[in-house]
T-cell receptor
Framework: GAVVSQHPSWVICKSGTSVKIECRSL??????MFWYRQFPKQSLMLMAT?????????EQGVEKDKFLINHASLTLSTLTVTSAHPEDSSFYIC???????????FGPGTRLTVT | AQTVTQSQPEMSVQEAETVTLSCTYD???????LFWYKQPPSRQMILVIR??????QNATENRFSVNFQKAAKSFSLKISDSQLGDTAMYFC??????????????FGKGTKLTVNP
């Protein structure tokens, strides 16, 4: 149990276009989902916290107009990178909370390459 | 703000031997959780072990155990009988206990562990 999926696993897009990444909790309902960014050989940095039916809470320094997060249902959160630029190329990971605060389950990640 | 420090960027160990990964953290909170996550080359984050700060007993999960020193704010991970599949990045993480709030995981920079045959 407690499986989180992400789609796509790898995406290449041209500079200036937008790309959407989906995060789904497959066998549980997640009231809270988290989005992280990981640069090569670096740690995970929390970008935002997403609660179902409400606006996401962004970490300091994260552009909310660039990284649009929608948590439309208890099993789906989406991250849209708008007007992507090469510096947005990174590995994006989501996690979903099941039950207790410490029960966070991670998706397999999405590699975004902006050309 | 909480910080997590992993002072060993890279470590290596021979198969079947024991290795200890270090982690220290800084917080003024009294109630919190500590975690070790493993990130293999697939990049899937996998929970290795969790420790609750109010529990004095060190957590263990099969070959993985921790040495939790609350006063020293130290949380090391010991891997016994190392296996090739243990080769991965290991991240130490901290989470403040927040009732009904948006709890956050704060990660250290990671330790790259290589298990040699």
């Amino acid at each position: 149990g407690a499986v989180v999926s992400q789609h796509p696993s790898w995406v290449i897009c041209k500079s200036g276009t937008s790309v959407k990444i989906e995060c789904r909790s497959l066998d549980f309902q997640a009231t809270t989902m988290f989005w992280y960014r990981q640069f090569p050989k670096q740690s995970l940095m929390l970008m935002a916290t997403s609660n179902e039916g409400s606006k996401a809470t962004y970490e300091q320094g994260v552009e909310k107009d660039k990284f649009l997060i929608n948590h439309a249902s208890l099993t789906l959160s989406t991250l849209t990178v708008t007007s992507a630029h090469p510096e947005d190329s990174s590995f994006y990971i989501c996690s979903a909370r099941q039950g207790a605060p410490y029960e966070q389950y991670f998706g397999p990640g999405t590699r975004l390459t902006v050309t | 703000a909480q910080t997590v420090t992993q002072s060993q960027p890279e470590m290596s160990v021979q198969e079947a031997e024991t290795v200890t990964l270090s982690c220290t953290y800084d917080t003024s909170e009294s109630n919190y959780y500590l975690f070790w996550y493993k990130q293999p080359p697939s990049r899937q984050m996998i929970l290795v072990i969790r420790q609750e700060a109010y529990k004095q007993q060190n957590a263990t999960e099969n070959r993985f155990s921790v040495n939790f020193q609350k006063a020293a704010k130290s949380f090391s991970l010991k891997i016994s009988d190392s296996q090739l599949g243990d080769t991965a990045m290991y991240f130490c993480a901290f989470m403040k206990h927040v009732k009904g709030g948006s709890e956050k995981l704060v990660f250290g920079k990671g330790t790259k562990l290589t298990v040699n045959p």
